[in-house]
């Protein structure tokens, strides 16, 4: 079983429409750590944000924002007024700290913004 | 600049020859790692390191090779036992296992290796 499930493969919006890429979690330990990466078409990942389970405050920079809910295992990422540079390929991932301490990334959502 | 670096960007081999990609960071960052990404997948762990000297397989790791004899450096060699080695490859360094923090990963610009 995936340990993150980003289960929106592509998406594709029209410039200036917002749009929320979603992230399941699976994981028993009560210590972990999760993370958004952003990977545009030149292949760098680029790292957005870090959050740990014990920190379930909401998260907003500039456009972007993230919503953290332990109860849904969600850590979703949402992109207001979106802009032609925000297409990319985008990770969300886990750090169970209590195991082996290997990050492990979804499979990415490809997002399209469409000018 | 300080970041990670990763030569050539675009590689060819052929098929049965082996291969090493460079990955060099000058972030004074003690933990390295070496992850493939093939189209349309996540990323998957190859081989990672906590410090010099020391590595650790990931999900990945048969067909590969890595040494870490300095800090900044982490080369990976695809080998000919690799059965299918095209790829984008991805190196990435992190201050590792700092406090209690678990830090985020920096990665490279990636090699695109391409085996005909």
């Known amino acids: 079983a995936q340990k993150v499930t980003q289960a929106q493969t592509e998406i594709s919006v029209v410039e200036k429409e917002d749009v929320t890429l979603d992230c399941v979690y699976e994981t028993r330990d009560t210590t972990y750590y999760l993370f958004w990466y952003k990977q545009p078409p030149s292949g760098e990942l680029v790292f957005l944000i870090r959050r740990n389970s014990f920190d379930e405050q909401n998260e907003i920079s500039g456009r972007y924002s993230w919503n953290f809910q332990k109860s849904t295992s969600s850590f979703n990422f949402t992109i207001t007024a979106s802009q032609v540079v925000d297409s990319a390929v985008y990770f969300c991932a886990l750090i169970e700290v209590n195991r082996d301490d290997k990050i492990i990334f979804g499979k990415g959502t490809r997002l399209h913004i469409l000018p | 600049d300080g970041g990670i670096t990763q030569s050539p960007k675009y590689l060819f081999r052929k098929e049965g020859q082996n291969v090493t990609l460079s990955c060099e960071q000058n972030?004074?960052?003690?933990?390295m790692y070496w992850y493939r990404q093939d189209p349309g997948q996540g990323l998957r762990l190859i081989y990672y390191?906590?410090?010099?000297?020391?590595?650790q397989k990931g999900d990945i790791a048969e067909g590969y090779s890595v040494s870490r004899e300095k800090k900044e450096s982490f080369p990976l060699t695809v080998t000919s036992a690799q059965k299918n080695p095209t790829a984008f490859y991805l190196c990435?360094?992190?201050?590792?296992?700092?406090?209690?923090?678990?830090?985020?990963?920096?990665f490279g610009p990636g090699t695109r290796l391409t085996v005909l």
């Open positions: 990435a360094s992190s201050m590792g296992l700092a406090g209690s923090s678990y830090n985020e990963q920096f």
């Open positions: 390191s906590q410090i010099v000297n020391d590595f």
């Open positions: 972030l004074n960052h003690d933990a």
